[in-house]
């Protein structure tokens, strides 16, 4: 297979290193056109002296400025000298000593097509071997000539290697610095142990993975690396690596509130090698999609009970109702028909509860204003408290639109609030501190007074129908509100205050909504008149708009157009890879991402979408796309 121009450069270039002697070649603009790396070693020129295309000029004036040539009294005459005789160039040889005592051949030979190349060799050695000879010539003998003969020889042999393996290294070096800016680049802690525990490599990524944690690793114990909590969640796995075996475990980090992924591989020496990537979204993502198919499953269940449960409450409601018609029966038989008729329309209510629980739309998060929703929750749940009863609201989010699910986060807090006050009668104090955790989630902490969750409720408060209030309560609010959670994404703790009373802490993935500027808007969409139809909507708005069909185009107009300022896709799009594939690839970049899709809800790949971003569905009003470009409270 024939070589291309580069790599018979490279060959050449390997070549000329491994030569001995420095070499030049001049072309006949007296420019450097050739030079390998010992001329930039023997003479100690900075780099821009042997880059193609340097000045012969120049260099001159370097050497001769630092006393190359000795004495010299003008500079420039010098320099003009030379320059003069390069231009009408002559083949020749010549010994000079220079300024550093060391001796050096010169040989030049003008080049067919202009210009001419120099070899230069360092003598120095060979001069003094000569003048040592010439002095003690008749006092050596034969023997003592050969054995110098042999010594010159196995040197040189000696240096033919040493300029191999200076030319090996120089390839090495240049493949490790390749190999670690391939694994800086990775959104991913990459690094190996031995088999005591510390790292003997590792990229500069464990602090962008972990935060808090130090880049600079290799020589630390793994233990010190990642603290004492992170480290014992991960020991018994990496023992297993040292043991021969692989494993991949995830846990929580407590003060990041990340998930984080570790996998070990055991390498051949008894130590492993270690990758370590966040999956928080990922496992947002996942969450909401188990707990959808929870519910779907949870639906299908009851959907059959609630029709035959409905018609025989009805079926009771219609004969007790004959029954309290019929005269002559005793007074306790009134009694006894109201609480049965009292029994079955509770019943009823409960299977509406059961069919709204199972059968509510999947979250649809806008553009939200936190503290607008925070002031119309206390709107809503002021009114329900006894006047006894105090609700502080502490509002620490930041001043930004944020994508939820306004109706059920509401929803949800109201109904933390009413148990709360449930709990506190008749009096007492509710406290809501909602804040930011990191970079990660929306944490609502919910607080009372009262007398806290007991052990069996903090193990099945959030099972379907377990209640404390009795006759008094259906058993699903707190089960309503975890199943919304997890439809976000999100997580519900239960627990106690150490003072006394109950604190419930509600999460959801934090996701600032899409900037409203009227900036550059890469659509994706791979029908023709569609794509046609969004983009007069987006100029319309005062976007500028570039267009693509297929993740490969996208990715490939967002690394050549710098200015991109959001990127509107729809799911499915032409040859390989989706919009999430899209919006999971630009992640790193931090350029916002609106999906639009015409999928059903109960499609995976759109619930996927609905637990990580913005999603339009098709079809969608212009008045719905300027709702999603543009922040705003959503009603």
């Given at each position: 297979m024939p070589q291309t121009p580069a790599a018979i450069q490279t060959l050449t270039a390997a070549g000329l290193n491994l030569i001995g002697q420095a070499l030049t070649i001049y072309d006949n603009d007296l420019r450097l056109a050739v030079c390998n790396a010992r001329f930039q070693s023997m003479f100690d020129l900075p780099d821009n002296l042997v880059m193609i295309g340097a000045p012969f000029e120049e260099t001159i004036r370097h050497l001769a400025q630092r006393g190359e040539y000795g004495e010299v009294d003008d500079v420039e005459a010098f320099v003009r000298e030379r320059v003069e005789q390069a231009r009408a160039f002559q083949a020749h040889y010549m010994e000079r000593t220079r300024a550093t005592g060391t001796i050096i051949s010169v040989e030049g030979s003008p080049l067919p097509q202009g210009?001419?190349?120099?070899?230069?060799?360092?003598?120095?050695?060979?001069?003094?071997?000569?003048?040592?000879?010439?002095?003690?010539?008749?006092?050596?003998?034969?023997?003592?000539?050969?054995?110098?003969?042999?010594?010159?020889?196995?040197?040189?042999?000696?240096?033919?290697?040493?300029?191999?393996?200076?030319?090996?290294?120089?390839?090495?070096?240049?493949?490790?610095?390749?190999?670690?800016?391939?694994?800086?680049?990775?959104?991913?802690?990459?690094?190996?142990?031995?088999?005591?525990?510390?790292?003997?490599?590792?990229?500069?990524?464990?602090?962008?993975?972990?935060?808090?944690?130090?880049?600079?690793?290799?020589?630390?114990?793994?233990?010190?690396?990642?603290?004492?909590?992170?480290?014992?969640?991960?020991?018994?796995?990496?023992?297993?690596?040292?043991?021969?075996?692989e494993a991949v475990h995830e846990f929580s980090d407590i003060d990041s509130a990340r998930r984080i992924r570790v996998a070990f591989t055991p390498d051949s020496n008894g130590g492993a090698y270690v990758l370590s990537m966040d999956v928080t979204q990922e496992t947002q993502a996942r969450v909401a999609l188990q707990q959808t198919r929870r519910r779907t499953?949870?639906?299908?269940?009851?959907?059959?009970m609630a029709h035959d449960f409905s018609n025989l409450l009805t079926i009771i409601l219609g004969m007790q109702s004959s029954l309290a018609r019929i005269d002559g029966l005793p007074k306790e038989a009134n009694a006894l028909i109201d609480a049965t008729l009292s029994a079955a329309q509770r019943g009823g209510q409960l299977l509406s509860s059961i069919a709204e629980m199972t059968g509510q739309p999947l979250p649809n998060p806008r553009a939200t204003d936190p503290h607008v929703l925070l002031q119309d929750l206390q709107t809503l749940a002021r009114p329900s408290?006894?006047?006894?009863?105090?609700?502080?609201?502490?509002?620490?989010?930041?001043?930004?639109?944020?994508?939820?699910?306004?109706?059920?986060?509401?929803d949800s807090l109201l109904n933390l609030i009413l148990n709360a006050r449930d709990a506190c009668q008749p009096d007492g104090a509710i406290t809501l501190c909602a804040e930011t955790v990191h970079d990660t989630w929306v944490q609502f902490t919910l607080s009372d007074t009262g007398a806290g969750f007991s052990a069996h409720a903090l193990e099945h408060a959030c099972d379907?129908?377990?209640?404390?209030?009795?006759?008094?309560?259906?058993?699903?609010?707190?089960?309503?509100?975890?199943?919304?959670?997890?439809?976000?994404?999100?997580?519900?703790?239960?627990?106690?205050?150490?003072?006394?009373?109950?604190?419930?802490?509600?999460?959801?993935?934090?996701?600032?909504?899409?900037?409203?500027?009227?900036?550059?808007?890469?659509?994706?969409?791979?029908?023709?008149?569609?794509?046609?139809?969004?983009?007069?909507?987006?100029?319309?708005?005062?976007?500028?708009?570039?267009?693509?069909i297929s993740v490969q185009e996208a990715t490939a107009l967002i690394e050549t157009i710098p200015d991109i300022q959001l990127v509107l896709s729809d799911i499915h799009l032409s040859g390989e890879g989706t919009g999430l594939d899209l919006m999971n690839g630009l992640r790193k970049t931090g350029t916002p991402v609106i999906l639009m899709t015409s999928l059903p809800e109960t499609d995976p790949l759109h619930r996927m979408a609905c637990a990580t971003t913005l999603v339009l569905h098709k079809p969608f009003s212009p008045a719905d796309l300027a709702a999603a470009l543009t922040p705003k409270v959503a009603q």
């Open positions: 210009g001419w190349v120099t070899v230069y060799t360092d003598i120095t050695r060979t001069k003094q071997q000569e003048v040592l000879l010439r002095a003690r010539s008749e006092e050596l003998s034969d023997q003592v000539l050969a054995h110098t003969e042999e010594l010159a020889s196995t040197n040189r042999a000696l240096a033919s290697t040493v300029s191999t393996l200076e030319e090996t290294k120089r390839h090495l070096t240049k493949i490790e610095a390749r190999t670690r800016l391939t694994t800086e680049m990775m959104p991913a802690h990459i690094a190996h142990v031995d088999e005591a525990g510390h790292y003997t490599y590792s990229n500069r990524r464990l602090s962008s993975v972990i935060p808090n944690r130090p880049s600079d690793i290799v020589g630390l114990h793994i233990s010190d690396a990642l603290g004492p909590t992170v480290y014992s969640k991960v020991r018994d796995h990496l023992q297993t690596a040292f043991s021969g075996l499953l949870a639906a299908q269940v009851t959907s059959g408290l006894p006047s006894g009863m105090t609700l502080t609201v502490t509002d620490l989010l930041p001043d930004a639109s944020i994508l939820l699910d306004s109706g059920t986060v509401q379907p129908f377990f209640t404390t209030k009795g006759k008094d309560g259906s058993g699903l609010g707190l089960p309503m509100v975890y199943d919304m959670t997890k439809l976000a994404g999100g997580d519900l703790q239960l627990g106690n205050q150490s003072g006394g009373g109950a604190v419930v802490r509600l999460r959801l993935p934090l996701r600032f909504s899409p900037t409203g500027t009227k900036g550059l808007v890469l659509l994706v969409e791979d029908e023709d008149d569609l794509r046609a139809h969004y983009r007069d909507l987006l100029i319309g708005l005062g976007h500028s708009v570039v267009e693509a």
